[in-house]
């Protein structure tokens, strides 16, 4: 059973570029969080998407970042227009439901030149 | 809002010596608490959980962690220090009333000297 998948693993974009993430869940999971890393930082969570609904985007910057999970395919983490700030390590969990442990994927690392 | 707090930035321990780290955190009710490892590029490992029941949780790699509620602590403990132990842990808390995102401490860095 394949773990969480994230790519790409390493994203350089110059500033004003979009950045596209991308996370598949386990197999079975439904349930998706995306975490930010900032260096020398623990995790700080963004956002929990479920199928289709985003659920809670409490952590999410207000402007330029956005989610989403399709009913088919991976769930996105789109960036618009970066600015250095964004570099970070950015990473997906999945679980099978609300407060199952969550399975971490191997993180993108996006930097912004 | 719930808290962790990793007052510990950085140790260094002996290989083959014993390892306590330390994890306090701030929420309401009884929490769900989680010990994470980091390696250096890598994605977080699972270590240990706990969510109810024995306060003393047995986790992977020999790690174990104690939920004290009258400390509001989930310490992580290892009673012999392996080279390979060298990484980043984060504590982490959950909700438990609502989904389960994840509170973060701030980590941990243990270096392993042999």
């Known amino acids: 059973n394949a773990g969480v998948m994230q790519n790409p693993r390493h994203l350089v974009r110059r500033r004003g570029q979009e950045a596209r993430l991308r996370c598949s869940p386990m197999k079975g999971h439904s349930h998706v969080y995306w975490y930010r890393q900032l260096p020398e930082e623990g995790l700080k969570f963004m956002v929990y998407l479920q199928k289709e609904n985003i659920i809670d985007e409490s952590g999410m910057p207000k402007e330029r970042f956005s989610a989403e999970f399709p009913k088919e395919g991976p769930s996105i983490l789109r960036i618009q227009q970066v600015v250095r700030g964004d570099s970070a390590a950015y990473f997906c969990?999945?679980?099978?439901?609300?407060?199952?442990?969550?399975?971490f994927g191997p993180g993108t690392r996006l930097l912004v030149l | 809002a719930q808290s962790v707090t990793q007052p510990d930035i950085h140790i260094t321990v002996s290989e083959g010596a014993s390892l306590e780290l330390r994890c306090n955190y701030s929420?309401?009710?009884?929490?769900?608490l989680f010990w994470y490892v980091q390696s250096p590029g890598q994605g977080l490992q699972l270590l240990l959980k706990?969510?109810?029941?024995?306060?003393l949780v047995q986790g992977i790699k020999g790690f174990e962690a104690e939920f004290k509620r009258s400390q509001s602590s989930f310490n992580l403990r290892k009673p012999s220090v392996h080279w390979s132990d060298a990484a980043e842990y984060f504590c982490a808390v959950a909700d438990t009333g609502t989904a389960s995102k994840l509170t973060f401490g701030t980590g941990t860095r243990l270096q392993v000297t042999l």
């Open positions: 929420y309401g009710a009884t929490p769900y």
């Open positions: 706990y969510f109810s029941g024995d306060t």
């Open positions: 969990a999945s679980t099978s439901g609300v407060q199952e442990t969550q399975y």
